[in-house]
């Protein structure tokens, strides 16, 4: 299924357009995201046989921006970075890639200042690097959890968050043989820090 960056935007544009822009209780906010990913497969099928190269952890840096509404609901947009390399020793190969996402979250109070927090993401990742696969540029879906405290201005928060990739590349072989790739589920954690104005 392929899932372009036009999409993406569109519903980015129509969140955003359908929200109460105008509301008093809207609180707008930046931030920077670091965190790490604790796992995660290249998939490959050579005719049907299939084959998992597990990646090697890899840092995620990101920065974003949104608003919370009500207290409650917090719609995010941010653009965040990682690597993609198997966790083979030997290998040379360079993969990172980039992710424009948007990502809701309902956050629960558990006591003055903490939240528990639990929402979902969309996004559309693009490949980079020497060895990048165009064909696997296209959307992710994921969901995430996690807590935030609030002190004066600011938010720190941390989530677990699970992405699923939706492309798959496909061709063949210098021996004919079907061969089919794609990133396998990744499960990130993530640290969260926020300026609200």
Known sequence: MKFSQKKLLLIIAGSLATTPAFSADLDYFVGADVGVRLDGDL???????????????????????????????????????????????????????????TKYDYMLPIKN?????????????????EDKIKDLNGGIVGVQTGLDFAFDSWKLGTEVAYLHHLEEAKG??????????????????MFTFNYYF
């Open 43 to 101: 998939e490959i099928s050579r005719n049907g046989q299939e084959q998992k190269e597990e990646m090697s952890t890899s840092a995620v840096l990101g920065f974003h921006g949104g608003f919370v509404y009500d207290d409650s609901h917090r719609v995010t947009v941010g653009l965040d970075y990682r690597g993609l390399n198997d966790d083979d020793k030997d290998s040379d190969s360079d993969r990172q890639v980039t992710t424009l996402f």
């Open 113 to 129: 200042d903490l939240y528990w927090t639990v929402g979902t993401k969309l996004g559309y990742q693009r490949q980079d690097g």
């Open 172 to 189: 063949f072989n210098g021996d004919g043989e079907e061969v089919k790739f794609n990133i396998g589920d990744e499960v990130l954690v």
